[in-house]
T-cell receptor
Framework: QKEVEQNSGPLSVPEGAIASLNCTYS??????FFWYRQYSGKSPELIMS????GDKEDGRFTAQLNKASQYVSLLIRDSQPSDSATYLC?????????????FGAGTQVVVTP | SAVISQKPSRDICQRGTSLTIQCQVD?????MFWYRQQPGQSLTLIAT?????????ESGFVIDKFPISRPNLTFSTLTVSNMSPEDSSIYLC???????????FGSGTQLSVL
């Protein structure tokens, strides 16, 4: 079992719709969770962080964390063509030293006009 | 956030040669991290670089292949030694900083080995 799992996609989303991305992790002691957006040929860009159960909203993005079920999700509302990218889920494992993140393989999102 | 400058941005190298990648941060940070992203794959941590001590390498990565320097709190280098085509990847420098100690990435070095 991979430590951080994501559906690889591609996830095709009509413009203006909601894109829903899921991520599960194996280490129940994980404490910090992040979503990165990566455009083709570019480095990952942090878009959301979440540390406690529940929802966290930032503009069109909402991160949701459920530690009991060991999943974190990202919702993108009113999807735009500029949201077409690969989204990486990252988890800071409790058993690792400070700063070591585990990344999922990423979900490719394609927003169609 | 942090401004992380990485160079070169890309390079094409011959098999058996070495390439040194530089990473400069606009603020002092305790630890810097080097990741590799192979084509179509996610990010894999190569090593953690602390100022004043030897880097800590992840399983599957060794110092002879990926020597790292960390001379001060704003700068680090990663060398990819004796390169083979399997080393063709994007190499990323990163730091944790700011509220919540979030992880930020440099612009990356796209390496192609022929």
């Amino acid at each position: 079992q991979k430590e951080v799992e994501q559906n690889s996609g591609p996830l095709s989303v009509p413009e203006g719709a909601i894109a829903s991305l899921n991520c599960t992790y194996s280490d129940r002691g994980s404490q910090s969770f992040f979503w990165y957006r990566q455009y083709s040929g570019k480095s990952p860009e942090l878009i959301m962080s979440i540390y406690s159960n529940g929802d966290k909203e930032d503009g069109r993005f909402t991160a949701q964390l459920n530690k009991a079920s060991q999943y974190v999700s990202l919702l993108i509302r009113d999807s735009q063509p500029s949201d077409s990218a690969t989204y990486l889920c990252a988890v800071n494992r409790a058993t690792d030293s400070w700063g070591k993140f585990q990344f999922g393989a990423g979900t490719q999102v394609v927003v169609t006009p | 956030s942090a401004v992380i400058s990485q160079k070169p941005s890309r390079d094409i190298c011959q098999r058996g040669t070495s390439l040194t990648i530089q990473c400069q941060v606009d603020s002092q940070v305790t630890m810097m991290f080097w990741y590799r992203q192979q084509p179509g794959q996610s990010l894999t941590l190569i090593a953690t670089a602390n100022q004043g001590s030897e880097a800590t390498y992840e399983s599957g990565f060794v110092i002879d292949k990926f020597p790292i320097s960390r001379p001060n709190l704003t700068f680090s280098t990663l060398t990819v030694s004796n390169m083979s085509p399997e080393d063709s990847s994007i190499y990323l420098c990163s730091v944790r900083t700011g509220v919540g100690e979030k992880l930020f990435f440099g612009s990356g070095t796209q390496l192609s080995v022929l």
